[in-house]
């Protein structure tokens, strides 16, 4: 049978996918471990118990100058900026992005002012937001805002545009104005859409979020990462690693969940 | 006998190509006009701008004798050959939107007993064109019919003066049409609607219509064959179903 025609049943496909990541798992204990048999002090590569007694100090045990548990409040605090850029983002891309979709003397004033925006790199405007916003946490929002907005109000924008022309028609034969037709016939449409430009921009923000936390913040996984570099500690930054990918997975998984849960029409078959 | 929809002067430029010259018609209540003509003819622009979808360049369209905005509005409705359907919406609230749209400008939804009324409204409406099955399946759930069906009474809930049809069953297979042909000839009858439809079946045309109109063009220049545009070269009014007495089989006139 042809590769393009092979389908895999789930089990499979759950022990297929398993099968690399194990892989990967059982040479990096077979490197390190034979590392550590040479020079038992390694750092470069820990083994699983030095992560476990390292992560152990930083997740129950209280900080003495804070007097926080380290883990916890990095994952706070990274959390709390990259929610609040996620929602403000979200927001101005289905505000921005159904004006500029739906009504084309917007699109035409401001379609490009967004294009020019979306084509600075963020992070080159990351010293105009330390100056504006101080070192705070509004700066680092800012940085994730301005990094994955513009992306998701051209996305959301376009896929409004990109409508059939039939279906605005049709609904302002049954009477629909402008706004009618942004708010029932627009607006939902472009939902499943702006959960997929989310899911994309999940990726750019995290980035953004560990570049604004490394270069200046007293708290956050990027912070924690970047500061135990300087001990070389691998063995707080291997799992801190782990953590943020486990993080972007569960929302990744919770966003499409929830997509097709919100919008079961969008997903074709199996509604 | 006045027209309830005059056409007079039409003409439809694109740049320098001419696409539609000189359309004059009248278009009485009650009649089913069936517009066939060769590809490129002009057939959907005619459509679009009765429609209100493009606005001709010259001339000027009366819908009881008072000009016609040109922009789409509830007084013409239209079923498109595809997407003319809300995916995002049942069956019933894709029909039950145009009730919406016009009794709540600010939010377009209804609540308490105006929206009962609504959707008792669009389950009658869904139920002579044969869908009080399918009240609450999405567009992507049903055939090709179906849908059209269903754009039918979306459509016919706003009861639009005219109602156009832009080769609306040209996507279907055989034995499907000739039901919606039966369903598209009951709902003429039974709402007394004026209907426009564009089509490229011939047997189609003259099967459905009371009137069959022929696009073409007049004259041809083979160096610039773009600069004369279409107008109805045959306009031939069928008697078979016509109430009117007046229509004549040898009415058969070059541009009426």
Request: proline share 6%; hydrophobic share 50%; net charge positive.
């Amino acid at each position: 049978m042809r590769w393009v025609n092979r389908r895999i049943r789930r089990g499979n496909s759950i022990l297929l996918g398993a099968a690399p990541i194990a892989l990967l798992v059982l040479l990096y204990l077979v490197v390190a471990a034979s590392r550590h048999a040479a020079n038992s002090n390694d750092k470069i590569l820990p083994l699983p118990g030095d992560m476990a007694s390292a992560m152990s100090a930083l997740l129950f045990q209280p900080d003495p100058l804070s007097g926080q548990l380290i883990f916890w409040a990095d994952t706070f605090a990274s959390l709390q900026r990259l929610g609040f850029g996620l929602g403000i983002s979200t927001l101005s891309a289905l505000l921005v992005g159904l004006l500029l979709g739906a009504l084309p003397p917007i699109r035409a004033t401001f379609g490009p002012l967004v294009t020019g925006i979306a084509v600075i790199p963020p992070i080159a405007l990351l010293p105009i937001l330390f100056i504006a916003f101080g070192l705070g946490e509004m700066a680092k929002v800012a940085l994730i805002v301005i990094g994955i907005a513009p992306f998701m109000i051209r996305d959301v924008a376009a896929h409004i545009a990109a409508l059939p022309r039939e279906q605005i028609i049709k609904a302002q034969t049954l009477g629909a104005s402008s706004w009618q037709v942004m708010v029932r016939v627009a607006l939902p449409q472009a939902m499943p859409r702006l959960i997929q430009a989310v899911r994309l921009s999940l990726g750019p923000a995290w980035v953004f979020l560990i570049s604004a936390e490394a270069i200046a913040s007293d708290v956050g996984l990027g912070y924690r990462i970047f500061l135990v570099r300087r001990y070389l500690s691998m063995d707080i930054i291997l799992p801190y690693v782990a953590w943020i990918a486990l993080l972007a997975i569960m929302m990744d998984v919770l966003l499409t969940w929830s997509s097709r849960r919100l919008f079961p029409w969008a997903h074709g078959a199996e509604h | 006998m006045t027209a309830l929809l005059s056409l007079q002067n039409i003409w439809v430029e694109y740049g320098d190509k001419v696409v539609l010259e000189r359309v004059n018609l009248d278009i009485e209540a009650g009649s089913f006009v069936s517009i066939i003509g060769p590809s490129g003819a002009g057939k959907s622009s005619l459509l679009r701008v009765i429609l209100g979808q493009e606005i001709p360049t010259r001339g000027q369209m009366l819908l009881d004798g008072l000009p016609l905005k040109p922009e789409c509005g509830p007084d013409r409705g239209v079923v498109f050959q595809r997407y003319s359907v809300f995916p995002h919406l049942s069956v019933l609230h894709n029909t039950v939107f145009g009730l919406e749209c016009a009794q709540a400008p600010l939010i377009a939804r209804l609540f308490g007993s105006r929206r009962r009324a609504a959707l008792a409204e669009a389950e009658d409406m869904l139920d002579a064109v044969g869908l009080s099955d399918s009240l609450h399946l999405y567009p992507a759930q049903m055939s090709g019919g179906m849908q059209q069906r269903l754009a039918i009474a979306q459509a016919l809930i706003k009861r639009p003066r005219i109602l156009l049809l832009d080769e609306p069953f040209g996507a279907l297979d055989p034995g499907i049409r000739a039901d919606m042909h039966a369903l598209i000839t009951r709902l003429w009858r039974d709402y007394s609607l004026t209907v426009i439809m564009v089509t490229h079946d011939l047997r189609e045309a003259f099967s459905l219509g009371t009137r069959v109109l022929t696009l073409d063009k007049r004259r041809r220049d083979p160096h610039a064959p773009h600069r004369f545009g279409a107008t109805a070269v045959y306009d031939l009014p069928l008697t078979k179903r016509m109430p009117a007495p007046e229509a004549t089989a040898d009415s058969i006139t070059l541009d009426a």
